[in-house]
């Protein structure tokens, strides 16, 4: 009797835990509207956060690093 205990409750358990990961599947992937939200409401609180700091929109973007090109035959960038 108790070796049945020891060895059939850690199988069931096993069986349990393999069955439940097989039925939570792949996590949802988020959409293009649900991105574009996404990124929407990330720059609000950018610009809310700037506000607080007290930095206008035009200092703030102007603060902002250019970004950076190559030169075409040549490997450094321009500074």
Known sequence: MTT??????????AVLAITMRARTGKPK????LEKARI???LLALSEHEQVVKGISR???VSQ????????AGRGAPIL
């Not at 902002?64 to 030169?71: C, F, W």
């Open 4 to 13: 049945m205990v020891l060895v059939g409750v850690p199988s069931a358990l």
């Open 39 to 41: 990124v929407k409401r």
């Open 58 to 60: 035009q200092q703030w």
């Open 64 to 71: 902002s690093p250019a970004p950076r090109r190559a030169t």
């Open 29 to 32: 992937k988020a959409e293009k």
